[in-house]
């Protein structure tokens, strides 16, 4: 799964607050062992026919349940099964029933078998039932914002602009909410699937489709067969109106499902799929190991992917057209993760939560392994760092064991340790044993535990067997330990004895020990040692040199997960940019000098070289630091930056160009950010209005609709808030909804920003757009299992419905014939009431 926040703003706000909620995983509470799930079954078979209420949005279902004992005697069949209504549940001979006794109370149905059960000694058990989704009290999370395990979307077609569909969610375990089963990781049975829905939707479940028969009243059965075992959580449906985009990976369909408005751009958004396919396979050298692929949209979905075997599904925020793909496809990171998943969490599932990195952490380093193999080691190296910062920035994960037989709620797993950190780790632990032992390894781990379940015990045995090192020490501290290096470091020169002694602090409570990569510069030239940290407090190291190094840069290689100070100059970090052939140096140096430039030469040196890097990230990074206003900067840098705006390859550059640009609120750029307005780049047309709203505000209501911001990406919509909200620009209001919807979080980490979402909300509240006040009570009802209990959160939130509510009954008072806006008040009072009953 890849987990989205919506509120990451807010969240990150909270949780760097004075009053921060973000806590130790167990204060407050009592330390708990959560162990893996005793297996006193062994489920073999599920057999299912289904179809659905959509009025009362709810599915009619019949379950064959085949199982035997696990191991020991039993005379009973536990299943999970919540909110359901269960009708009938039988023993199943070869199509003949005979009635058994039932207990079903707290989502659990307790079966009585005819008799004991031995081992291997198989039965199965029919069930017939009714699902009832919006019955189900199990709460969501962070990672995963609800858990009713089936969606009905619009299902009485009441909104004209959202389709019909159904899907389902598993992932933890919430696939018991519309099947009874044992819904635990440790489980795999084999599935069938009959879903009879009308003629005019389309289906997609795992497996095979062997059938699609036509039945009276406009209706269809779809009959899909999953012969390989997976676990429950793993089982899909989904049902609407798509159109499905052909492709395959050697004989094996590869399959596009997406709204029909976005099937001319299936194959940009998904395209790459076969080759990853390829990639993967490869890497591993274990093909991929199931009968299809395909991946499906979905609206209102609550997370941000989940890797359904052979039947992704996406949040429909991968549903992207010309103006965004040409930037960047935003959800290409996505797509490997949950690709990865089918070898990492699909063929060999976590046992239970608490071993939730064998799944996510690899599916995390996916993004890694995709980037470097199709657009190099730099490319990747920034999906590198950008999932750092994300760890980093959360201060309770450094808490946390990536192993966590501790935790609270098994949805606190979906987090920046079992994604980020441990996706960091599994980069470390890559270059610590070499690409061959390490890529074998994992080869291993796959055939040695294949359709069944690992732990990172398991992963390690593997990697020890092909390699022959002892990785006790390693897994004990990254994977069953907590925390980081936290490093300082110092520089002694001895010039009689030519040497310099390099001082390495670990400045927290635990120590680590590691390799490290030190890099010293003389004459400008960097020299390689290649040292091991003790984990102790203080090591030094003294290498043999000419002169006084002019620059040392520790975890030069940027291997490292570490939190490092460092003290340099503004001229070493000029020749640490210029010399240095690693991304994550070059990126620190350009980094430092965007936050220097008018205080000293250097910085503005650094910046004025970096604008010419290879990676197009290093170049936007110097652009952002540039204030072309300064007369000596303009000297530096102007004639490049012009020609940046128009000319450079990437599209995101030019956007940051023309920012730039505008600055300088010369008016002889405008009929250059007049061209910016047709780009087809959504980022370039953003970037242009921002710059005319500077020079020449009078302008830009005539060009905003040019732009179309449905799904655009958050900071372009950052970027053009407060010019949408000054010149109220109707069209781009629903776009603006959800930013709107948090501007007093906003306002703890940007309070610029936060007033022009406060004024957008105020706006959105003060009108009658009902999309826009949907949008944005929509994102506020999302966002309930991202806070779970934390009263300051639920309160603020509260306020903020109830302060849109009182702005929406004086837009009814002034117009009471209005046929939309009760519906918005409903919205709102509704919302109220979700978080009144959480």
Same mark, same amino acid.
């Given at each position: ?176 909410? !519309? ?9 795999? %049975? ?64 590869? *399959? ?113 392994? !995709? ?22 920035? *959360? ?78 020490? &390693?897994?004990?501290? !990254? ?52 040292? !091991? #940290? ?15 190094? *002019? ?31 690693? &991304? ?13 430039? %008018? ?41 490049? #930056? ?105 306002? &703890? ?53 109830? *302060? ?35």
């Amino acid at each position: 799964m890849k987990k989205i926040l919506i509120a990451a703003l807010f969240l990150g706000a909270l949780m760097t607050s004075e009053n921060s909620f973000a806590q130790t995983e167990t204060s407050g509470r009592t330390e708990v062992y959560r162990a893996t799930h005793t297996k006193t079954t062994e489920l073999k078979h599920t057999k299912l026919k289904v179809n659905f209420d959509f009025q009362k949005e709810q599915m009619n279902g019949e379950a064959w349940i085949s199982a035997s004992p696990y191991f020991y005697p039993s005379d009973s069949l536990v299943l999970d099964a919540k909110a359901m209504l269960i009708h009938e549940v039988s023993l199943d001979k070869n199509g003949a029933k005979s009635a058994l006794k039932y207990d079903y109370k707290n989502d659990m149905l307790r079966i009585s078998l005819d008799k004991t059960y031995n081992r291997n000694q198989d039965y199965t058990v029919y069930i017939k039932y009714t699902a009832r989704p919006n019955e189900v009290t199990q709460k969501g999370s962070a990672a995963i914002m609800d858990a009713k395990g089936l969606y009905f979307i619009n299902a009485q077609g009441k909104d004209p602009d959202k389709p019909t569909q159904i899907w389902t969610q598993g992932e933890t375990e919430a696939s018991s909410a !519309w099947f009874p089963t044992i819904d635990k990781p440790n489980q795999k %049975t084999t599935q069938e699937i009959y879903m009879t829905v009308p003629d005019k939707y389309i289906t997609l479940s795992n497996g095979e489709l062997k059938s699609s028969t036509k039945e009276s009243g406009g209706m269809r059965t779809d009959y899909w067969v999953m012969n390989k075992k997976h676990a429950p959580y793993l089982f899909f449906m989904g049902v609407g109106d798509y159109a499905v985009v052909k492709d395959k990976w050697r004989n094996i369909p590869v *399959d596009y499902y997406v709204e029909k408005e976005y099937e001319p751009y299936a194959k940009q958004i998904f395209g790459n799929t076969p080759e990853m396919i390829e990639f993967f396979s490869k890497l591993l050298k274990y093909d991929y190991p199931w009968n299809k692929y395909a991946q499906i949209t979905a609206r209102d979905y609550v997370s941000g992917a989940m890797e359904n075997t052979t039947a992704t599904l996406h949040s429909d925020m991968a549903q992207q057209k010309p103006g965004d793909l040409i930037d960047e496809n935003r959800w290409e990171d996505v797509i490997s993760h949950e690709l990865f998943h089918h070898w990492f969490g699909d063929l060999v599932t976590t046992e239970s939560w608490s071993n939730l990195t064998v799944n996510e952490s690899f599916a995390n380093y996916s993004e890694y392994l !995709w980037n470097e193999y199709k657009y190099g080691k730099d490319f990747a190296d920034y999906t590198l760092m950008k999932t750092r910062e994300g760890y980093f920035r *959360d201060p309770s994960n450094i808490s946390k064991d990536l192993v966590r037989f501790n935790y609270h709620s098994k949805e606190d797993m979906f987090d920046g340790v079992s994604y980020n950190k441990g996706g960091n780790i599994l980069h470390m632990l890559r270059n610590y044993l070499g690409d061959d032992a390490f890529f074998t390894g994992l080869n291993d781990y796959l055939k040695t535990n294949e359709y069944g379940t690992g732990e990172a015990q398991q992963l390690r045995l593997s990697l020890e067997k092909i390699s022959g090192k002892d990785l006790n020490w &390693f897994f004990n501290q !990254w994977f069953y330990g907590s925390g980081h290096p936290k490093l300082s470091y110092t520089t002694t020169y001895e010039p009689v004895k030519k040497t310099v002694t390099v001082s390495i602090n670990q400045n927290q409570s635990q120590y680590f020990q590691f390799p490290l990569a030190i890099d010293v510069y003389e004459n400008g030239k960097p020299t390689r040692k290649n040292v !091991w #940290v003790s984990a102790k407090s203080r090591n030094e190291f003294s290498f043999p040199v000419s002169k006084n190094p *002019d620059l040392v840069n520790i975890d030069a290689d940027g291997l490292l997960l570490a939190e490092i100070t460092d003290n340099k100059t503004a001229d070493q970090y000029f020749t640490q940019y210029s010399n240095s052939k690693e &991304f994550l140096s070059r990126y620190k140096a350009v980094e430092n000098a965007a936050e220097n430039s %008018t205080k000293n030469a250097a910085s503005l040196k650094t910046l004025v070289a970096a604008i010419k890097d290879q990676n197009f990230r290093i170049r936007m990074k110097a652009l952002s630091g540039f204030d072309l206003s300064k007369t000596d900067q303009q000297k530096a840098a102007l004639a490049e #930056v012009e020609k940046m705006a128009s000319n450079d390859p990437k599209t995101l550059v030019q956007s940051s160009a023309i920012t730039a640009l505008a600055k300088t609120k010369d008016k002889k750029y405008l009929p250059l950010f007049e061209k910016g307005m047709s780009s087809v780049s959504n980022s370039v047309k953003g970037a242009s209005l921002g710059a005319i709203a500077a020079i020449d505000p009078s302008r830009v209501s005539a060009l905003a609709d040019k732009i179309d911001l449905e799904g655009a990406n958050d900071e372009l919509i950052a970027q053009l808030l407060p010019t949408i909200v000054k010149n109220k620009i109707e069209k781009q209001m629903p776009a603006i909804a959800s930013t709107a919807a948090f501007y007093p979080f906003i306002k &703890f980490q940007n309070p610029e920003l936060g007033a022009s979402a406060e004024d957008a909300f105020n706006w959105i509240m003060s009108s009658d757009n009902l999309k826009a006040t949907s949008n944005l009570t929509k994102v506020l009802t999302q966002v309930k299992g991202q806070i779970g209990q934390n009263p300051q959160a639920k309160m603020m939130i509260v306020q903020i419905l109830k *302060d849109g509510l009182a702005k929406k009954m004086r837009v009814l008072k002034a117009n009471p014939s209005s046929a939309t806006i009760n519906q918005q008040i409903d919205l709102i009072n509704k919302a109220i009431v979700e978080y009144s009953a959480h």
